[in-house]
């Protein structure tokens, strides 16, 4: 028998193993994609125009352009904020139960509600939803470690996209196969949004989120404090909480700099202002579309309305669209604009082509060009969100998006208010289309002009001469005292690398090529050191040339016992023949 000692009983493992966690996590994410899904299941919602429009609630439509759904951008406008705050302070759950409430209330509202003001409100319930949205995709970030952040968007996301087809490849069917009222419809989508309410209730609550409840590195501070508590006793429960308000005004203002620093770097800059200005139009386009529909086919038969087919296709084509556009390799540095150019230019061709359609047989034609607009989105979309996101933290991403979300809706509410309300234009729907064609048409413009300016700066960049031979013709003596008035022997690693004649190879320079050139640039940015070869030195009677060694510490380490640091592959006498030559050139 083996005596047990305490070393032994050390190595018994007492916490359960990573399976444990792994089904939990597991789990975890299931039940959220299961309410991500069922959350989007509303067949009656591609059908809600046709469905004010027509007998059961025969309201005109002018009312519905010019008095109902301006509210939508408004109300969204002044809920956005409050909503983006109350999601991290109360850690997601409360707000994605308000989400589900509010949906019940849009379709209460929707089926019981008989004036404008009712229709008023209904938008107004339903752009609280639109802002709650924030609340399902970064709940869940907290549930799991960071190393899974992009597996977990990934099935979040598909849970969302599937769920809309779904709903709209089910009202479409409802609607053509089953012959099923828009009315009856409507509480179908009710009974659904009933249900996701009650799978809302039982959504495991997080410890932690993004801001206001930042969990243990939030609190790292308070390491200072519990010092000062302790030398002052007295006031040390003031102190702390002072000290800790302090802390947190702290991080918020370090946070507001960071993101004016990094509105500095050109690529984020862009794609944020894409986000501002495309987005801003889209919506708008969306917001109108189904009216625009309805004009062009005001048909009082449910059965040939085909608006959850175009929802359907353009959800799919979107999801295609957002999949290829993680697998574009380009140089985004250089053609981002010219990209965004070229789709903003085919958005501008659809929606003229939307605003142009007026005929009853050309609908299809209609349901095509918003597809395919839906489609051209969602792929710029996918590779804004990762631009903006592949060079800032994860607190620091969600503030970008939340203030574009925020200036976007701004461009838009103006839009609106000069455009569709009736207290601006109130222009009919396909005028407004019209001005959203140019609309689009001025982006694609600005973004064409920035890749041009952008194409011309390169190609100047490469045409660019090396400096006049006169500037190399300074005896060494002068260009040691130039070096060391202008910049200090500490920042050489600075300095370009000097452009210089080609040797002969009986100069002693090694083989001529790209590999050379580049080894030559960077010995010559080592150390304080590589001034040496600057000032004249007697030459010896020979000189061996050496294996090319690369620049860095340990290369700099190599060569400090030598009392000067030469180009590699050069001897003294080439460099004095080089000036003599130089010399003599100069006389003749």
């Not at 009712?118 to 799991?144: D, K, N, P």
């Not at 087919?309 to 010219?338: E, P, Q, Y």
């Not at 001005?435 to 300016?453: D, K």
């Amino acid at each position: 028998m083996v005596p047990s000692s305490p070393a032994v009983e050390k190595q018994v493992p007492m916490e359960p193993g990573p399976d444990r966690e792994l089904r939990s996590w597991r789990c975890l994410v299931c039940y959220l994609c299961f309410y991500g899904f069922m959350a989007q299941i509303r067949p009656g919602e591609s059908f809600i125009t046709p469905y004010l429009l027509g007998p059961d609630k025969n309201f005109t439509r002018e009312q519905v352009t010019n008095e109902i759904t301006p509210v939508l951008p408004y109300s969204y406008l002044a809920v956005l904020v409050p909503v983006f705050l109350l999601t991290d302070y109360l850690r997601y759950t409360p707000v994605l139960l308000l989400q589900g409430l509010s949906y019940v209330s849009v379709w209460l509202l929707l089926l019981l509600g008989r004036s404008v003001p009712h229709m008023q409100l209904m938008e107004l319930f339903y752009s609280v939803t639109m802002a709650a949205r924030i609340a399902y995709s970064s709940y869940i970030f907290s549930l799991v470690q960071p190393a899974r952040y992009q597996r977990v968007a990934g099935y979040s996301r598909a849970a969302v996209l599937l769920g809309v087809f779904t709903s709209s490849v089910l009202g479409q069917l409802l609607v053509t196969a089953g012959g099923v009222s828009f009315s009856t419809l409507n509480y179908i989508s009710l009974a659904f949004l009933a249900f996701s309410v009650v799978l809302a209730l039982f959504l495991k609550r997080p410890k932690r989120s993004l801001f206001f409840n930042r969990g243990a590195a939030g609190r790292e501070p308070s390491a200072s404090a519990s010092e000062l508590e302790r030398m002052n006793p007295g006031a040390g429960g003031k102190l702390g909480r002072a000290l800790r308000a302090a802390c947190r005004d702290w991080v918020l203002a370090r946070m507001l700099r960071e993101l004016g620093d990094s509105l500095r770097r050109p690529q984020l800059r862009l794609w944020s202002l894409w986000w501002v200005f495309n987005s801003a139009g889209y919506y708008l386009v969306v917001y109108y579309v189904h009216i625009l529909w309805n004009e062009v086919n005001p048909t009082t038969d449910s059965a040939r309305v085909y608006n959850g087919a175009a929802d359907a296709a353009s959800t799919l084509l979107g999801a295609i669209t957002s999949f290829a556009a993680g697998f574009v390799k380009i140089r985004w540095a250089r053609w981002s604009k010219l990209l965004i150019a070229g789709v903003t230019a085919t958005q501008v061709g659809l929606v003229f082509l939307l605003s142009r359609t007026r005929h009853a047989s050309h609908i299809w034609l209609c349901y095509a060009a918003f597809v395919l607009f839906r489609g051209s989105y969602q792929f710029l979309v996918t590779i804004a969100t990762f631009q903006i996101a592949a060079s800032l933290s994860k607190e620091l991403c969600a503030l970008v998006f939340g203030v574009n979300a925020f200036f976007a809706t701004i461009v838009k509410t103006v839009i609106t208010f000069i455009v569709s309300d009736i207290r601006g234009l109130g222009l009919p729907v396909h005028q407004q289309f019209q001005l959203y064609s140019v609309y689009f048409l001025l982006l694609s413009i600005i973004y064409f002009l920035g890749a041009v300016l952008d194409g011309l700066r390169h190609c100047q960049r490469g045409r660019h001469q090396p400096l006049p031979l006169a500037q190399d013709l300074k005896s060494p003596t002068e260009e040691k005292a130039a070096l060391a008035l202008s910049v200090p022997d500490k920042d050489l690693r600075s300095l370009p690398p000097a452009r210089s004649p080609r040797l002969s190879p009986e100069d002693g320079l090694g083989a001529a090529g790209p590999g050379s050139g580049e080894q030559r640039q960077s010995d010559l940015a080592m150390t304080p050191q590589a001034t040496g070869f600057l000032s004249p030195v007697p030459a010896p009677s020979a000189y061996t040339p050496g294996p090319t060694r690369a620049s860095g510490p340990d290369s700099a380490a190599e060569t400090c016992p030598q009392p000067a640091v030469h180009p590699p592959g050069v001897s003294t006498l080439g460099l004095q023949r080089r000036v003599s030559v130089s010399v003599q050139n100069v006389s003749q």
